[in-house]
């Protein structure tokens, strides 16, 4: 497994933007398909975004498509959400995830089961 360290969160008012940063250690950074996840108080944990070994594709929900964008520096072990526009709603913990992928170097996934490693999270809190 990778061990994963979040940070970046933080609190910020409505529209405006955070950059989370996942640094990854222990294993090759570019076999991993990254994931993001958020989750309220009181909520499950939901997917938010995900993003292919090459970092070539990526996948959002519905609710955060074309405000927030995906990316990764495999030379640097880490991967990136950039969130722009920022609403309430988008208050979370927030966790990126490592799935562990072979031969498919452009897939993405945003199921949570799919991921071997987590990170701790860090918190967004948006205020209105």
């Known amino acids: 497994q990778v061990q994963l360290v979040e940070s970046g969160g933080g609190l910020v008012q409505a529209g405006g933007s955070l950059t989370l940063s996942c640094t990854a250690s222990g294993r090759t950074f570019k076999d991993y398909i990254m994931g993001w996840f958020r989750q309220a108080p009181g909520k499950e944990r939901k997917f938010v975004a995900s993003?292919?070994?090459?970092?070539?594709?990526?996948y959002y929900t519905d609710s955060v498509r074309g405000r927030f964008t995906a990316s990764r520096d495999n030379a640097k072990n880490t991967a990136y959400l950039q969130m722009n526009s920022l609403r309430p709603e988008d208050t979370a913990v927030y966790y990126c995830?490592?799935?562990?992928?072979?031969?498919?170097?452009?897939?993405?996934?945003?199921?949570?089961?799919?991921?071997?490693?987590w990170g701790q999270g860090t918190q967004v809190t948006v205020s209105s």
């Open positions: 995830a490592a799935d562990a992928v072979y031969g498919c170097p452009y897939c993405t996934t945003p199921v949570p089961s799919d991921y071997d490693s």
């Open positions: 993003i292919s070994q090459s970092g070539d594709n990526t």
